[in-house]
């Protein structure tokens, strides 16, 4: 019989499905959490929508970077510790809602390969609990010609002092690079 590892493991090996580096970095987190709380040599077809629910729970009191902070510690039980202790700050609803969503495309894909009848991990996720007017917006175009048209980019007095000031130099360093890295990786602040 086919464990949850087992499945993963095909999953992720699909030569039919193209991911980049970063999203198969997800998958694997994701996979360490899921097995950790599931286990691992479960059988795929034993896994049921209450044991799916009780991931949906666990995730809820995930603390931030667990496997950092809480090392040594089962999923579980580093969930536990921060459920008890209100000092430990828990991962938001929308990472929780990706760890979810990405065990539910992987069950999903089970699903279609017809090693599973149905996805019982299928529609859980946590309502948001942030509203959408209160959800980060991206930058909008006038915005970012106006910082990057700033005389940092375009010429300052000097790039220590004078950044902000038109001159005949081009800045190098951080105030430079910080603002342009981040508009080509998404970085943002938390």
């Known amino acids: ?6 499945i993963y493991d ?7 499905r193209r991911r980049s580096a970063r999203t198969m970095l997800a998958h694997e987190s994701t996979r360490r959490v899921v097995e950790d709380v599931l286990g691992a040599s479960t059988p795929i077809a034993n896994i049921t929508r209450e044991q799916c629910r009780d991931l949906l729970e666990t995730l809820r009191w995930l603390p931030v970077n667990h496997s950092k902070k809480h090392g040594k510690l089962s999923v579980r039980d580093a969930a536990a510790l921060a459920k008890r202790d209100d000092r430990i700050k828990t991962i938001n609803p929308t990472n929780l809602n990706a760890y979810m969503a990405r065990f539910a495309t992987m069950m999903n894909w089970a699903v279609s390969e017809e090693y599973l009848g149905r996805n019982p991990a299928r529609g859980l996720q ?4 942030v509203h959408p007017q209160d959800r980060r917006q991206p930058f909008e175009v006038w915005q970012l010609q106006r910082i990057f048209n700033a005389p940092i980019y375009t010429g300052c ?14 800045a190098t360093g951080a105030r430079y690079w910080v603002p342009l890295i981040s508009l080509f990786t998404g970085m943002r602040l938390t």
């Open 126 to 129: 946590l309502a948001e609990t």
């Open 10 to 16: 095909r999953y992720i090996k699909d030569p039919t």
């Open 157 to 170: 007095k000097d790039a220590q002092n004078g950044y902000a000031v038109p001159g005949p130099v081009i």
């Open 1 to 6: 019989m086919l464990t949850l590892s087992d």
